[in-house]
Each structure stands twice: as C-alpha cells, then as structure tokens.
T-cell receptor, first 115, second 113 residues
Framework: NAGVMQNPRHLVRRRGQEARLRCSPM?????VYWYRQLPEEGLKFMVY????????ESGMPKERFSAEFPKEGPSILRIQQVVRGDSAAYFC?????????????FGEGSRLTVL | KNQVEQSPQSLIILEGKNCTLQ??????????LRWYKQDTGRGPVSLTI???SENTKSNGRYTATLDADTKQSSLHITASQLSDSASYIC????????????WGAGTKLIIKP
C-alpha cells in the first residue's frame, strides 16, 4: 500500500509564474490536508478537503492560492503569480477518517523555490 | 499565547542517553494528543496518539505520558540512537473544530556519537 505521494519533490519558479503541487492520498483515504512549512518553523495548516469539497480553507491566503480534490485524480495546490515569500515546503497529508480521530499520514513534501 | 507549547526548543544529548521532551497545551476539552517525528527534509511521521483516558503509551523506545488535569504531556526516549535526531512535534485538535490540529513548534533533538 503506497504512502501519500507528492510531486514534484522540488520545484523552481520565477516570480510571477504558477506553481502546481500534486498529492495522491493513500488508498482508501478521502480526507486530504495541505500544510506549509517555512525553514526552522512548524507546520501551518492551509486547507482541508474531501472528495470534490473544500471543508476548511481558513489557513490559505485569500489571493493566488487555491486547492482542489477532484472526484478522480490527485489533489492539487495551485499558487498563481508566485512571490519569493511563497518559497517553502508544502506537505500533504491524508487520513481515512476525520482528523479528530483518524491518524494523518504525510507525504515527503514539495519544496518550492521562487527566484 | 500558543495553545501548544513545547520545551525545550532544542536539545543535544549523547548517543545511548535518555531524554524527555515536554508539551503543555491549553486546548480544553480535547479528544486526543499526538506526537510526531519529523526528520530533516522529510514529512512528519506519527509516533503515538493518546486519548484523554490514557496516561502512558509506548512505541518501542518512545514512551508518551499524559496528565489531562495539568494539561501536560511528555515524550521519553530511551537509549537514544543517532537516528533519533529529528524534530518532535506535539499536536492537539482545536477545541472549536472537528478537524483542525494545532501543531506545536517542536523540539529539535540532536544525538551526538
């Protein structure tokens, strides 16, 4: 049973370009979460999705950031018109049940560098 | 004030020694408390999930304790190994949410040979 798969592992973008990060949850998991981590800092919640629904996006910047988890295919975190401050590691996690009771399994992260 | 406070911020110990990491939380009531290990450049990995009714839970050389009255948890690592070098993060579900987790800043543990 493969774990949470994230790609790309490393992504370099110039200011103003778009970044798309993909996350395939573990088999049987319908809950997906995205977190951002700056160097030497803790994880910051961004968004929680279930299939085709955004449950909570309170941690996501109002502009330029969007997330989706379609019925088929991976979850996508999209960052438009990237700026240097978007440089960070973006982690995806999935769980079978809601996070209050279900264990979260994390991917290895996607490291975005904005030049 | 953070709802999940961890101490120390960082810790260096010699291989083979024991250590204890602390977590104080203010979220109340809570359903569970979790400890994660995050190796540098990797995603976090769950070490243990404790419910409020559990006082102690072990996972190999890792033993977590929980005092729901004082709202404190500790993670004890026995006979440390070089591979234990990582950040250890305490996580608690938010009181007003079924699904948002509050992450502590973590304790960075370095094991020296």
């Amino acid at each position: 049973n493969a774990g949470v798969m994230q790609n790309p592992r490393h992504l370099v973008r110039r200011r103003g370009q778009e970044a798309r990060l993909r996350c395939s949850p573990m088999k049987g998991h319908s809950h997906v979460y995205w977190y951002r981590q700056l160097p030497e800092e803790g994880l910051k919640f961004m968004v929680y999705l279930q299939k085709e629904n955004i449950i909570d996006e309170s941690g996501m910047p109002k502009e330029r950031f969007s997330a989706e988890f379609p019925k088929e295919g991976p979850s996508i975190l999209r960052i438009q018109q990237v700026v240097r401050g978007d440089s960070a590691a973006y982690f995806c996690a999935s769980s079978r049940y809601d996070p209050n009771t279900g264990e979260l399994f994390f991917g290895e992260g996607s490291r975005l560098t904005v030049l | 004030k953070n709802q999940v406070e961890q101490s120390p911020q960082s810790l260096i110990i010699l291989e083979g020694k024991n250590c204890t990491l602390q977590c104080n939380y203010t979220v109340s009531p809570f359903s569970n408390l979790r400890w994660y290990k995050q190796d540098t450049g990797r995603g976090p990995v769950s070490l243990t999930i404790m419910t409020f009714s559990e006082n102690t839970k072990s996972n190999g050389r890792y033993t977590a304790t929980l005092d729901a009255d004082t709202k404190q948890s500790s993670l004890h690592i026995t006979a440390s190994q070089l591979s234990d070098s990582a950040s250890y993060i305490c996580v608690v579900p938010r009181r007003d949410s079924n699904y948002q987790l509050i992450w502590g800043a973590g304790t960075k543990l370095i094991i020296k040979p």
